[in-house]
């Protein structure tokens, strides 16, 4: 028996966070983000996705992962809920399809990606939000900023990457901290799992979490290593200053 264990990077909510200590010794550039933009902007979405949450009341507690994807970086389409974490929870379940309605209903157009961005091989890309119930509005951090965190991992030549981590080297950098675990080959647990993490205004990596399961044993393998993950250089910027943001790592096991 193989077994694999591959990478994939969602093209919405995956940058990466810094902390005050490192900020204080680089200078960093800033990286300004390439992906698809909500008309209006970060601000924009993050009203969006909340006012969806807001779609049933009273809202339940907790977190749920909606994808969708954006044919040439534009119109959304065939949205849909992916699997949440632990024992069933039918009032979460119904305020995410809820919320998932609002948005098939009420999400605008988006803006192109710009030139070099990367799409899927048809030359879509699909985007991650997390619909949390839990947070106030004012707490809630951005799916996307103006300019990504700097992060310092690995890149190609081992050298930190600074001035913005690419998906790819961190895609690799994960996977350099992932092993398959063996209670999972025993389970024939496969699958892809969702991590969760946020970047604070000040570059701490903080609310660590899977949002979507593969099962029990790729779940805690994969937080493990998203923890490890080193604070960024620099914070996410939108209209010139910090902000919460939050990123989604999915991870792919297979068993061949």
């Known amino acids: 028996m193989k077994y694999l264990l591959l990478t994939f990077v969602a093209a919405i909510a995956l940058q990466l966070g810094a902390g005050p200590t490192a900020r204080a010794q680089t200078t960093a550039p800033?990286?300004?983000?390439?992906?698809?933009?909500?008309?209006?902007?970060?601000?924009?979405?993050?009203?969006?996705?909340?006012?969806?949450?807001?779609?049933?009341?009273?809202?339940?507690?907790?977190?749920?992962?909606?994808?969708f994807d954006l044919p040439n970086g534009q119109q959304p389409n065939n949205f849909k809920l992916l699997p949440t974490t632990g024992?069933?929870?039918?009032?979460?379940?119904?305020?995410?399809?809820?919320?998932?309605?609002?948005?098939?209903?009420?999400m605008a157009a988006w803006q192109p990606a710009s030139t070099g961005a990367?799409?899927?091989?048809?030359?879509?890309?699909?985007?991650?939000?997390?619909?949390?119930?839990?947070?106030p509005m004012?707490?809630?951090?951005?799916?996307?900023?103006?300019?990504?965190?700097?992060?310092?991992?690995?890149?190609?030549?081992?050298?930190?990457?600074?001035?913005?981590?690419?998906?790819?080297s961190l895609a690799r950098y994960i996977q350099m901290q992932v092993r398959y675990p063996v209670e999972a080959l025993r389970a024939q647990q496969e699958g892809r799992v969702y991590a969760y993490f946020e970047v604070a205004e000040n570059g701490n990596l903080e609310n660590h979490a899977i949002v979507s399961t593969a099962g029990k044993f790729l779940d805690a393998t994969v937080l493990q290593a998203v923890r490890k993950l080193p604070a960024a250089l620099t914070p996410a910027l939108t209209?010139?200053?910090?902000?919460?943001?939050?990123?989604?790592?999915?991870?792919?096991?297979?068993?061949?």
């Open 118 to 135: 990367e799409a899927s091989a048809t030359g879509k890309f699909t985007n991650s939000l997390v619909l949390d119930f839990s947070t």
């Open 87 to 106: 024992p069933i929870n039918i009032p979460l379940l119904n305020a995410a399809a809820a919320s998932l309605s609002y948005l098939e209903t009420h």
């Open 30 to 67: 800033a990286a300004a983000y390439t992906g698809p933009r909500y008309p209006g902007g970060p601000d924009s979405l993050r009203a969006l996705v909340y006012r969806s949450t807001q779609a049933s009341a009273p809202a339940p507690a907790g977190k749920v992962l909606v994808q």
């Open 138 to 168: 004012a707490a809630q951090p951005y799916a996307y900023a103006d300019t990504q965190p700097s992060f310092p991992i690995p890149g190609r030549n081992r050298l930190p990457v600074v001035g913005g981590a690419s998906p790819e």
């Open 239 to 256: 209209q010139g200053k910090p902000v919460r943001i939050y990123y989604i790592m999915p991870i792919t096991f297979a068993i061949q």
